[in-house]
């Protein structure tokens, strides 16, 4: 008995630690079954072109987080976070088809998320790393609960309605800032969201207000905030920034693409997607940035 268990012990080690994180995997796996409504529906919007599939992304980030800490699933789950999930998922499954879906979506996404936050572990262990010859033990970043929610949210194909609701008031906003930004150079006047540029009107159209570069901006903040351990109190000071980031990247990349059209050279649609492309990277990096400082450890929680 003595010389067989320790050559034992080894398999035995890895196998039960599998079976210890099959529940958290099943419940998961169960819930997303449950849910198989929102997921269609989901899937259906964006195949169908009424809306970006850009919420691949989040889901993508998302299943990018699980398998990463598959080894390392919570086998007691935290109970607030497993209620508010069980809750939410029978109240999503009650309400399918008497709310519009897109409300329906958000509570069962919600819900989806709390169940994966019922399992998360409270750190992610990175790789071990090797300094001056000698191994050293893996560092440990937090997982928050605020970074997954987000990504939960911008999962949904909510491009199209935030397009609908929120889409003229910025790009009035927008207008505003770049006429303010033009006028040393130009004879500006806004009419509307439209701005009138030495006699020449330019339309601020839907793509200007901003709605692609602000899922884009969040999504880097919440993927950023995950891949630093960056805690919940940390993550919702810097949101403003975030947002800050956002609009003046949105104005910056509008303010030059009206001014050249003022200036009679207006640019053609590789030289606009150009800009664009360019005002994006800007804007992302600079979250990045924003999410990437130092934070201070009574901050950090």
């Known amino acids: 008995m003595s010389n067989t268990f320790p050559t034992r012990s080894p398999r035995l080690?890895?196998?039960?630690?599998?079976?210890?994180?099959?529940?958290?995997?099943?419940?998961?796996?169960?819930?997303?079954a449950a849910l198989w409504p929102t997921w269609r529906w989901m899937a259906a919007r964006m195949a169908d072109g009424s809306d970006d599939p850009l919420g691949g992304l989040a889901l993508a980030a998302l299943a990018a987080l699980l398998v990463a800490v598959r080894g390392q699933l919570r086998s007691a789950p935290r109970l607030p976070w497993l209620a508010a999930a069980l809750v939410g998922t029978l109240a999503a499954t009650a309400l399918h088809g008497q709310v519009t879906p897109l409300l329906g979506s958000l509570l069962a996404i919600v819900a989806w998320a709390g169940g994966l936050l019922a399992f998360l572990p409270d750190e992610r262990r990175g790789a071990m790393q090797v300094r001056d010859g000698v191994l050293h033990a893996a560092p440990r970043f937090p997982i928050a609960a605020l970074p997954v929610l987000g990504l939960a949210v911008l999962a949904l194909p909510l491009i199209a309605s935030l397009q609908f609701y929120a889409g003229y008031p910025l790009r009035v906003v927008t207008a505003e800032a770049s006429r303010w930004l033009l006028?040393?150079?130009?004879?500006?006047?806004?009419?509307?969201?439209?701005?009138?540029?030495?006699?020449l009107l330019v339309i601020v159209d839907a793509p200007c207000s901003g709605v692609q570069m602000a899922w884009a901006g969040y999504f880097t903040a919440c993927a950023v905030a995950l891949l630093k351990g960056i805690g919940n109190r940390a993550f919702a000071l810097r949101l403003p920034a975030v947002s800050v980031s956002v609009l003046a990247g949105n104005i910056v990349r509008n303010t030059l693409l009206v001014g050249l059209e003022g200036a009679g050279r207006a640019p053609g649609e590789a030289l606009h997607q150009v800009i664009g492309l360019l005002m994006l990277a800007a804007v992302c990096g600079a979250v990045g940035w924003v999410m990437s400082r130092p934070v201070r450890a009574t901050q950090n929680y």
């Open 13 to 32: 080690l890895p196998a039960a630690m599998r079976l210890d994180r099959a529940p958290a995997l099943a419940w998961i796996a169960l819930q997303t």
């Open 183 to 199: 006028s040393p150079w130009f004879a500006v006047l806004r009419e509307g969201s439209s701005l009138n540029v030495n006699g």
